[in-house]
C-alpha cells in the first residue's frame, strides 16, 4: 500500500459474492507452507489469478467477501500475492480483521461489483473515495479511521506494535 491511504493506477480483479475463506486458503493445503497454499489462492473462482496477478492490484468484490472460517491464512494469501486492498459492499467479520492485522487494505463499498475487471482505479481510504480511471466513475467507500490507516501503512499489527514499542518480536 502506497503511503497515507492512498493506492494509484491499480488494475481490478473482479469477484462476485459471497468468496469464503476455502477459496482463498483452501482447506487441502492448510498444513503446507504459505506459498504452497497461496498457489491455489482463487483456483476455482479465477484460475489464471495467480499466473498473472501483479504487486498493487486489488479486488473488488460482491458482497459477504471472505466468509467462512476465520484462517487468517486468507488474507495472508492475498498479501502473498501483493493485493493492495480488497472492496466489497460487505466482509465476513473475521476475514475483515485478519486482512487489517496483516496489512491488506479492506473497504466497504457498496459500488464495489460495479467496477470492472481489469480497469484502472485510484483509492483515497481517508476520503473515501475509489475513481475508475478507465470510465472516470467516483464511488464512495467507509473511510478508514487513522489508527487503522496507521497499522496498514505499518504493515500490519505486529509491524505496528513493533514500531509502536521500539522492540522487534515485542508480539
Known amino acids: 500500500m502506497s503511503a497515507k491511504g492512498k493506492i494509484e493506477n491499480a488494475k481490478v480483479w473482479a469477484l462476485g ?3 469464503d475463506t476455502d477459496v482463498l486458503a483452501p482447506g487441502l493445503y492448510m498444513k503446507s507452507p504459505l506459498e504452497v497454499m497461496a498457489a491455489h489462492c482463487l483456483e476455482t473462482v479465477a484460475p489464471e489469478f495467480v499466473d498473472t496477478v501483479k ?3 486489488v479486488i473488488c468484490a460482491g458482497k459477504n467477501f471472505g466468509m467462512g472460517s476465520s484462517r487468517e491464512q ?6 502473498f500475492h501483493g493485493i493492495a486492498a480488497v472492496l466489497a459492499p460487505s466482509f465476513g467479520g473475521i ?3 485478519n486482512a487489517i492485522n ?3 487494505m479492506a473497504l466497504v463499498c457498496a459500488d464495489a461489483p460495479q467496477i470492472l475487471p481489469n480497469h484502472r482505479i485510484s483509492i483515497d481510504a481517508i476520503a473515501g473515495k475509489v475513481r475508475d480511471l478507465d470510465d472516470e466513475r ?7 479511521p487513522p489508527h487503522l490507516l496507521q497499522m496498514l501503512d505499518d504493515g500490519g499489527l505486529v509491524p505496528h506494535l513493533e ?3 521500539g522492540v522487534e518480536g515485542a508480539v
Not at 74 to 79: F, I, K
Open 17 to 19: 459474492d459471497y468468496v
Open 55 to 57: 504487486m498493487g492490484d
Open 74 to 79: 486468507a488474507a495472508q494469501s492475498l498479501v
Open 95 to 97: 476475514f475483515y480483521r
Open 102 to 104: 496483516h496489512g491488506l
Open 138 to 144: 467516483e464511488f464512495d467507500c467507509a473511510p478508514i
Open 163 to 165: 514500531k509502536r514499542f
